[in-house]
């Protein structure tokens, strides 16, 4: 079964912010990376299909999908990278 994540996007106020913080991820070289203090429980139905929701400005207004999940400790001090997708998917505000 596929599980979703839901995450608040912090400091930003339009979409379109979001797909330029994306473009700067990838000229580094790298793929759009969210760094969280906690590992879904649910890790393993979350690769399988699962998208992260973004709730920009109180609704969650897209999505993009998840690519990988790696943590990095352990502990108190375990760290969590969710790697994305670089397309930024726009859903029916909710």
């Keep these: ?6 995450k608040l996007c912090v400091g930003v106020d339009r979409v379109e912010q979001l797909t330029e913080w994306g473009r700067e991820e990838r000229g580094r070289g790298g793929a759009p990376v969210v760094h969280t203090r906690n590992t879904p429980k649910r890790a393993t139905e979350v690769l399988d299909g699962g998208s992260l929701y973004w709730v920009i400005k109180g ?7 998840v690519v990988g999940i790696e943590t990095f400790g352990e502990g108190p001090l375990a760290r969590c ?3 994305l997708s670089a397309d930024v998917v726009r859903v029916l505000p909710t």
């Design 1 to 6: 079964m596929t599980v979703h994540l839901l």
């Design 59 to 65: 609704a969650i207004l897209c999505r993009q999908a």
């Design 81 to 83: 990278e969710i790697e």
